[in-house]
């Protein structure tokens, strides 16, 4: 690692322009909690639906009055794998709905309960079950978007194994449409240096490796790992 590390480029929140770096997390929370609870309210269709035999492997899904042929977009939140829930991260919902798509919000165990591994492995079941599920109802196909820690979860969606499964199902592949990757931390190494985070998570320097997929794909854009016309579409793009 090198050693003009800069903890500073590891915290968003001490960026911001608008609002003081003590303050801008707690609004930001603020307003995604009201935002969610008022989708909950008014286009929220199934709550804590099972993803897997675990009891807090859960995910909302909004768009009741949506055909069964709707596109499907899968937000998996941030918070440095350590904090927030679906229950404050959907408050994206509501312009994707009113274009006619299903938005899936998943929780997943955070650290202290869960390792990075197991967190991945989570999301991976996730997205088995939502393909299934997407497959079973006639579905266009399939988004999955991950913003912060959670675009790290989605970008370990590329790995090789979890995809040499998801190949041998033709259909699955082809709805599999491709990744958004929002703000993510693609090499964790340093994360280890973040005392904050890694003192709750407890990630060891070969986790990190691991679980970096900066180590695990070698070029997002060009390899077509799941089927011809599938994307990854990174921060760069927005620009």
Known sequence: MSEDFDEREYWPSKWSKRLPEDVICAVHYE????????????????????????????????GRDLPPSSPWFVFIH?????????????????????????????DYDLAPK?????????????????LRR??????????ICGHSAGAQLAARLLDENWLSNLTRNPRRKQLFKGLFLIGGVYNLEPILKLDEVN???KMAKEEAEEQSPINKVTDF???QLVAPGFRTIGDSDYR
């Open 134 to 143: 997407a497959e079973s109802e006639g579905s266009s196909g399939v988004w």
């Open 31 to 62: 307003l995604a909690i009201k935002e969610t609870n008022k989708n909950k309210k008014e286009i929220l269709s199934e709550s804590n639906v099972p993803y897997s035999d675990s009891p807090t492997q859960l995910m909302d899904v909004y």
């Open 114 to 130: 869960a390792k990075l591994s197991e967190m991945v492995q989570q999301i991976q079941k996730m997205a088995d079950y939502v």
């Open 221 to 223: 854009k060009r390899k």
């Open 199 to 201: 003192n709750v998570l």
């Open 78 to 106: 941030g918070g440095y794998w350590i904090e927030y829930t679906k229950n404050c991260s959907g408050y994206c919902a509501r312009p994707l709905w009113q274009a006619g798509i299903k938005v899936c919000v998943p």
